[in-house]
């Protein structure tokens, strides 16, 4: 038993010291968790703006732009898909590769050719496991994104709408990333950012940020040089901002995760410590009984010889 006792003692080393690992990363996430909500809350307002400015001058224009333009028979379509570059985060990858590939599934059925662009080496991985083309893959700043490297995810994907569809280009961009919804809730989406759907009546007059019947706008030098101008912000605003939701998620997603492993390795911990308390009273309890068992023996041959 005492073999079994020195098993039982390292198992509980093992995890105590697997407990503090997971527990420094799950302090390590709910602090990075604060820096992320602000920046996500930071980010929004920008947007929105941005929203309602692109919206004003396409509505408010009679011009027919290529980036707000519905194909008649649109043929190909890009979907941006945000991925971390490392795990220990629950379902946090897996659901939002799940959610791509519902949206895959659905344009595919639609008659349209996908083109894939990745960011985060787990969507990375994921894709070339499966032999899968991707366009252009993003690693390395998942953690925490710059406005600077959401500039270069929308570089190349505005390039793709620009482009002619016989030439590699697309007609319409999708991304799918993680909302953060809150602390315990997050939730993948699945959005279209092109070509931009304008809404009409009072939808489009809340986009646009005023009441009443949605005015018309004279241009210089041209509308088309304006959403020219606005619409690449547009695009680098949202991925920007789907970015910063998908690094808080992570974060988030981290937390949970390591909270629930500390938890765990903790009971784990108690049914060793259990088992082994265990052991060593069975340890105590055989000494005790070779103890009496040699005292009585002992006694029967003192015993016999003074017979």
């Known amino acids: ?66 980036l707000l333009t519905e194909a008649e028979q649109p043929k190909r379509a890009a979907v941006l898909l945000i991925t971390s570059d490392r795990g220990l985060a629950g379902g946090y990858n897996s659901n939002a590769i799940k959610a791509a590939e519902q949206l895959n599934e659905r344009l ?13 080496s787990k969507g990375v991985a994921y894709y070339g496991f499966r032999d899968r083309p991707v366009r252009e893959s993003f690693t ?9 490297d959401a500039k270069t995810v929308a570089a190349s994907l505005i390039e793709a709408v620009q482009q002619e569809t016989a030439e590699g280009g697309v007609d319409e961009l999708h991304i799918v ?25 009072e939808q489009a007059q809340e986009a646009a940020g005023g009441k009443g019947v949605l005015p018309l706008y004279d ?16 695009v680098e605003s949202r991925v920007y901002n789907a970015l910063l939701q998908a690094a808080a998620s992570k974060h988030a997603a981290t937390r949970r995760a390591m909270k629930s492993a500390t938890d765990n390795a903790e009971e784990l911990i108690k049914s060793l410590t259990r088992l082994a308390n265990a052991a060593r009273q069975a340890d105590i309890t ?13 006694a029967d041959a003192n015993a016999g010889s003074d017979r």
Not at 108 to 120: H, L, N, R
Request: hydrophobic residues 40%; positive net charge.
């Open 1 to 66: 038993m005492g073999a079994q006792l020195r098993v039982y003692k390292r198992r509980i080393k093992s995890v105590t010291a697997t407990k503090k690992i997971t527990r420094a990363m799950e302090m390590i996430a709910a602090s990075r968790i604060i820096k992320a909500q602000r920046r996500v809350a930071a980010s929004e307002p920008y947007a929105t703006e941005l929203t309602r400015a692109v919206t004003a001058v396409a509505g408010g224009s009679a011009t027919s732009h290529p």
């Open 108 to 120: 595919t059925a639609e008659g349209k050719e996908i083109v894939s662009f990745i960011v985060g």
């Open 140 to 148: 390395g700043f998942t953690d925490n994104p710059t406005y600077a």
């Open 177 to 201: 990333y993680t909302e953060f919804v809150s602390m315990m809730t997050q939730t993948p989406v699945r959005n279209r950012m092109l070509p931009l759907t304008l809404e009409t009546g």
């Open 219 to 234: 241009f210089e030098p041209s509308a088309e040089d304006v959403l020219d101008a606005l619409l690449p912000r547009y």
């Open 286 to 298: 055989q000494e005790i009984s070779e103890i009496v068992g040699g005292a009585s023996a002992l």
